[in-house]
């Protein structure tokens, strides 16, 4: 998967060349290319921004340099093509869900704004606009690279273990469970007696009982779009007794609730066929 980010501060995109991301570059799965659109300006000063027109406060990024670096892309890879995102705060707000979606692209360009903003005319280079979320930054630098690191784990092979995407938070919809390591004793705090057991559907159990704890308390935004299964009954109503809060939200599962099993009443002969036949024979 490639990406291009367009930014006239390619130094703040450093942390993109480190760690997992560092190694799958360097492994051919994903490519990360920056480029200045400052060398795209026409002036002799390579000036990209200019006062706004009817006044105001700020510069905004003109469009001539930022359309040529765009046009300047070789045409667009592959059958699942590229996505140009423009990041601005007036765009939808990035999350997992978005990620998934925009890692389906053999392609993503990010035109990254800085200053007060940009001339209205370049958001007809992108075919969306994407927000970090409700808040204001310097440029859409951070905001770039912050999406691309959450897209690039999704691409099979950058993460060793295509489970930890699955467990983790916000994947399955729930926050993630607590996690312990070495030492077991620390400072009188103790790892949970269930993860020293070695029993896997009691760990996995507890796992779950404590995903969903912590969404209910962290989360509520997440916990209104649960999907319970009927696994999660007991574990909800193990909850609900810790948690009286909870107990309110009990018409979400409680058609979950395990029906109790009904016994075959056998016929006179003590068979199982058809009542008053003896024979296992049909006419």
């Known amino acids: 998967m490639r990406f291009v980010v367009f930014t006239l501060f390619p130094e703040m995109l450093a942390p993109l060349r ?3 991301l560092q190694r799958a570059q360097e492994a051919g799965l994903i490519e990360i290319r ?11 000063h390579k000036n990209v921004d200019d ?11 003109k469009p001539e340099p930022l359309f040529a670096a765009v ?16 990041l601005s705060p007036q765009g939808r707000v ?6 998934v979606e925009l890692s389906c692209y053999e392609e993503l360009v990010f035109l990254c704004g800085h200053y007060e903003g940009f001339d209205e005319r370049i958001r007809a280079l992108a075919d969306e606009e994407v927000s970090l979320g409700d808040f204001v930054l310097t440029g859409g630098e951070l905001a ?12 099979p092979g950058v993460l060793g273990q295509s489970a930890s995407l699955q467990e983790e938070s916000y994947a399955a919809g729930v926050l993630e469970y607590p996690q312990y390591t070495r030492p077991e004793d620390f400072g009188g705090r103790q790892v949970p007696e269930v993860l020293l057991s070695g ?16 969404t209910f308390l962290r989360r509520p935004d997440l916990w209104e779009r649960l999907v319970f299964t009927a696994e999660d009954y007991s574990v909800l109503e193990e909850l609900a007794g810790e948690i009286p809060a909870l107990g309110e939200w009990r018409d979400r ?11 075959k009443k056998k016929n006179s002969s003590g068979g199982r066929g058809e009542p008053g036949r003896t024979s296992g024979h049909w006419p």
């Open 94 to 99: 990035f999350s997992q869900r978005v990620a």
């Open 34 to 44: 920056l480029v200045n659109f400052r060398d795209y300006a026409l002036s002799k």
């Open 144 to 155: 770039a690279a912050a999406m691309i690191d959450a897209i690039a784990r999704l691409v």
């Open 71 to 86: 046009r300047a892309l070789p045409e667009s890879p592959g059958a699942s093509g590229r996505r140009i995102v423009l």
């Open 199 to 214: 029993h896997h559907a009691r760990i996995a159990r507890w796992r779950r009982k404590e995903s969903l704890r912590r």
């Open 253 to 263: 599962w409680r058609d979950l609730a395990p029906r109790p099993k009904t016994r």
């Open 51 to 61: 006062e706004p027109y009817g006044g105001g406060a700020g510069m905004l990024l």
């Open 18 to 20: 480190e760690s997992i």
